[in-house]
């Protein structure tokens, strides 16, 4: 007969696997994917290194699981940021905004997020990642459209272009910011990326005045 875990030692794996993305979670901060090796999270979680293999075959893997944690947080930033906008302008400023706002307070994060070298698995879940952060933009683009806010074009080739010139933009300030140093000041980048979004997408912005 197969073994089947009772509800405790069920839930003690649970716990020591949640245990265990949150000590990724924290590593990637500070180290980005090179000091995510499994002993490294193994002693940062306070198991085993052996114990890791019950819940990731491998670095990958965790990698993945780990991508996936840190984006869906900060996916969902920006949905409660454009949540507290009415007005298409507003809204899709806010996407920007948020992404890049956050991205320059956790640099070390973003950088690892963005542009680490990593697994090609890595690799495959930033396509995902911006695709994700397209359609958002594009839906908000899409609506100020319906509401004749803009010059008609894609929302999404549009979106796309837009996400990659930000991330593109992040590139060097997050790339200059020495290993746990502080972070360029969002003060003076944000507001130019949402300057040049607005633009981009033909809607004049109060610096043009």
Do not use: W
């Not at 809204?91 to 973003?110: G, K, M, N, S």
């Not at 272009?161 to 969002?186: R, S």
């Amino acid at each position: 007969m197969a073994y089947r875990r009772t509800p405790a030692v069920q839930a003690r794996l649970d716990a020591q696997r949640e245990a265990v993305l949150q000590a990724a979670v924290g590593l990637l901060a500070e180290r980005g994917y090179g000091g995510c090796s499994m002993a490294a999270v193994a002693e940062r979680a306070g198991i085993a290194t052996g114990s890791m293999y019950g819940h990731f075959a491998n670095k990958a893997e965790l990698s993945v699981e780990l991508f996936r944690r840190v984006v869906t947080r900060e996916v969902a930033a920006v949905h409660e940021a454009v949540a507290r906008h009415d007005t298409p302008r507003d809204r899709i400023a806010a996407v920007v905004e948020t992404f890049a706002a956050r991205a320059l307070r956790a640099p070390r994060l973003a950088h690892a997020l963005l542009v680490e070298p990593a697994d090609t698995v890595v690799d495959a879940e930033r396509l995902v990642f911006r695709r994700t952060f397209r359609d958002v933009l594009a839906a908000e683009i899409a609506t100020a459209l319906a509401a004749g806010r803009l010059p008609p074009q894609d929302p999404q080739l549009t979106a796309a272009a837009i996400v990659g010139a930000t991330a593109e933009a992040l590139t060097g300030p997050l790339a200059a910011v020495p290993p746990n140093g502080p972070g360029a000041a969002p003060d003076a980048v944000v507001p130019a990326l949402v300057s040049f979004t607005l633009r981009a997408l033909g809607e004049r912005d109060d610096s043009d005045a």
